[in-house]
């Protein structure tokens, strides 16, 4: 009597997690048309240490990958 008592607990616990599978909504996007719906982006020099010194931080990234070449590195 215990073994059909445990084997039908186990045939509705399968029973119950195969119909939640099942319940899955459609994931639609809503576009609206010329309307960006992402969080507004600053540029990236917009921030310290540059304050919108768009040209320092030009030279700051050249600098950087200068220093990131493996080439470059090896004949300074």
Request: net charge positive; hydrophobic share 35%.
């Amino acid at each position: 009597m215990t073994t059909r008592i445990a084997l039908l607990a186990a045939a509705a616990a399968l029973l119950a997690l195969g119909v939640a599978g099942c319940g899955e909504r459609p994931q639609v996007i809503n576009y609206k048309q010329g309307k960006y719906q992402g969080k507004p982006d600053t540029p990236a020099f917009a921030n310290a240490p540059f304050n919108g010194n768009k040209q320092q931080w030009e030279n700051e990234i050249d600098n950087r990958a200068h220093y990131q070449n493996e080439y470059v590195r090896l004949r300074d």
